[in-house]
């Protein structure tokens, strides 16, 4: 069983919001700037979780909103959390290794700490099939700096994870993503308090 089953949703947002890993503030800032800053009318998530930033979300410029995750309890929740927020709402249990794409076209998308769990070259390509046209890969990768991967923050469940978490290399993730048909259009790094960074890459289509 792929340990992100394993997981409560209560355990991971937790072990993403304790001080010492200030994650889950940093992903939703990114979510808002990005949506903030390329207002796409069609919008998806992968690695949704329990919502990751859809707070941020504002119905009168962004249409349609698709959420993916592995994890069902988890797409329950956000289903719980913001069916009534967001007005067209989609949700789809997918596991990227392994399963086909819904049939969706966004304008944009964030897929947040999802490549270190995931083959690269098959995540990039089927991402890169539901972008629309002059749309944009928002990849937001983790940079260990020597760091630890799991933060002990005392939230033992979350160790699980570690068994399948991979560094990505950010240029080698440039690279493969070029390779797929991608055009790197901005990057930035955001230093986390454990010594972490995030990168996150503006990819077009």
């Known amino acids: 069983m792929n340990p992100w ?33 390329y207002k796409p009318e069609s919008f998806a998530i992968f690695g949704i979780c329990g919502g990751n930033g859809l707070e941020h979300i504002n119905n009168s410029v962004t249409k349609t909103v698709i959420g993916i995750d592995i994890n069902q309890r988890y797409l329950d929740e956000c289903k719980n959390r913001y069916s009534s927020k967001i007005e067209n709402l989609n949700l789809f249990q997918c596991d990227l290794n392994i ?4 049939d969706f076209k966004a304008d944009l998308v964030i897929a947040s700490l999802i490549f270190e769990y995931i083959d690269i070259k098959t995540g990039l390509e089927k991402v890169y099939s539901r972008i629309a046209e002059n749309g944009l890969l928002i990849a937001i990768i983790q940079n260990n700096n020597n760091v630890t991967s799991v933060s002990p923050t005392g939230i033992e ?9 991979k ?4 240029f080698e993730f ?12 901005n990057k930035t790094e955001h230093f986390l308090v454990n010594g972490k960074s995030f990168v996150c890459l503006d990819l077009s289509k």
């Open 157 to 165: 469940s979350v160790k699980e994870v570690g068994s399948v978490f």
């Open 167 to 170: 560094i990505v290399d950010e």
């Open 174 to 185: 440039e690279k493969i993503a070029s390779e797929k048909g991608f055009k790197l259009v």
């Open 99 to 102: 399963d086909e794409l819904p």
């Open 5 to 37: 089953l394993k997981i409560p949703l209560n355990d991971y947002e937790k072990h993403m919001a304790h001080p010492m890993v200030g994650q889950l503030e940093l992903l939703g800032n990114l979510t808002k700037e990005k949506l903030q800053k």
